[in-house]
């Protein structure tokens, strides 16, 4: 009897030689980077991946728990799934991310068409827990915190990212527990990868066509294992043969060390934005968040950086309409912003995250915090424009990342992260090259190569 279940079981393994999985991911750059582990971890077990719905045998949706309605989108999104299957066979449905983390219980009694959900630290169990399925026809959740044991295994199977601009995680977790986030409960407790595992990563990416790496972390900036923290990650990083970009996010104030402020006076490869999401500009809301840092120290950041490099950008999350803003507030923030002049932010309305602090807050009245926003994104975009607009008849420094859609033209980035298009050809992918800007518009930047020798470069 065990033969013949270990023969069938060998059977539905060989038939996955020939599967594709389509994974859809939501939210932050960190989910893309488990969107891209996941997939080289199963391709251990024969599948394939497909851009394409209809071709898939295993659908996988990798979620985020950050903004509103994220666990309604999961339903949304398997609604759609079955209508496209449905005078098909159903594919093997997995939630991965944060809701899956958050809401796993709850999902599988919901929706029977899920058949299992991974929480962001059980990923080197997927491959198990697909094989176990498929032979037990039975409901999976994996929602353990195991990040060593993830990383460990992961660090066994090669980065097949061949992207010219790659993510990598150092740190997962967080330890800050501002009332408004659910990171600490959906990711765990701050954890930082071993200090070599990710230099090795690292030197892999470069070696298979990255130019640039972005450090990733929920509490980057917190990095710490054994005596490194992220400075060293970066300066290490640098020595690295064929690496000419480095960047990090997401950064919390209270983390940004001086050990990494001095940084940005010795390195040559280190990007000159930071992003440092603040959320307010009111000191009393910082400390209804939770936040554990000032305005003013906030601002003693900056100084210290725009000191050392004039040419640094800040770039800021924000939060409008927080329980207990009022209108002076939010004119603090509106200030900060006016101060600061972002260089891009992300700004939403609060809304209440499941098991946080604040979601017994009472909350702002709705019409308040959208008026509040919608002058605040106004301010935000004006920047942007302002900003961008500095930089027509200016020559930049541009990473070259693709080709657009159409394929005319060519797709890269700038020093400050900024989108640019340009005349570029398929064999410029992967060169930074002087690009003259002669137009632009709040989010891009167009504009055409020209040689260093023509002007100097900005």
Request: charged residues 30%.
């Amino acid at each position: 009897c065990r033969l013949q279940t270990r023969t069938l079981l060998y059977k539905k393994i060989t038939s996955l030689m020939v599967k594709k999985i389509f994974i859809k991911t939501f939210g932050c750059q960190m989910n893309e980077y488990d969107s891209n582990r996941i997939l080289d971890s199963v391709k251990k077990i024969g599948f394939q991946k497909t851009d394409n719905y209809e071709d898939a045998n295993c659908y996988l949706l990798n979620t985020c728990h950050i903004r509103d309605k994220a666990k309604e989108k999961v339903y949304h999104e398997i609604g759609r799934v079955k209508k496209i299957f449905r005078s098909k066979q159903k594919p093997l449905v997995i939630i991965t991310g944060c809701v899956a983390q958050a809401e796993n219980e709850e999902m599988l009694k919901r929706e029977p068409y899920i058949d299992f959900v991974i929480g962001p630290q059980s990923y080197h169990k997927i491959n198990n827990s697909i094989l176990n399925y498929i032979e037990k026809q039975k409901k999976i959740n994996e929602t353990e915190f195991d990040t060593d044991t993830k990383f460990n295994y992961l660090s066994k199977i090669n980065n097949g990212s061949n992207k010219v601009s790659s993510f990598l995680t150092i740190q997962e977790g967080c330890d800050k527990f501002c009332y408004f986030c659910v990171v600490p409960y959906t990711r765990g407790p701050e954890y930082s990868r071993p200090f070599k595992q990710i230099v090795d990563e690292a030197k892999y990416l470069v070696d298979h066509g990255s130019k640039e790496i972005i450090l990733l972390g929920q509490n980057v900036n917190a990095y710490q294992n054994e005596n490194y923290r992220l400075s060293n990650l970066i300066l290490e990083i640098e020595n690295i043969a064929g690496i000419e970009r480095i960047r990090y996010t997401t950064s919390h104030p209270k983390d940004m060390t001086e050990d990494l402020i001095e940084v940005y006076k010795s390195s040559k490869k280190l990007m000159p934005l930071v992003h440092l999401p603040v959320q307010s500009g009111s000191n009393k809301i910082l400390k209804l968040m939770n936040r554990n840092h000032t305005i003013e120290e906030y601002l003693q950041i900056f100084d210290k950086l725009k000191g050392i490099n004039s040419s640094i950008e800040f770039s800021s999350d924000f939060i409008i309409g927080y329980p207990g803003e009022d209108e002076e507030d939010f004119e603090d923030t509106f200030n900060l912003i006016k101060k600061i002049k972002f260089i891009n932010s992300y700004s939403f309305i609060f809304s209440p995250r499941p098991g946080t602090t604040a979601a017994n807050y009472e909350l702002v009245d709705k019409t308040i915090s959208k008026k509040r926003l919608n002058k605040v994104q106004n301010l935000l975009f004006e920047n942007q424009i302002n900003i961008n607009k500095s930089y027509e008849d200016k020559i930049l420094n541009v990473l070259v990342e693709n080709l657009t859609k159409d394929r005319k033209h060519t797709f890269g980035r700038s020093q400050h992260m900024t989108s640019v298009i340009f005349d570029g050809q398929k064999e410029d992918i992967g060169k930074i090259l002087p690009v003259k800007i002669k137009k632009t518009n709040r989010s891009t930047l167009f504009g055409h190569i020209v040689k260093k020798s023509d002007k100097k470069v900005a």
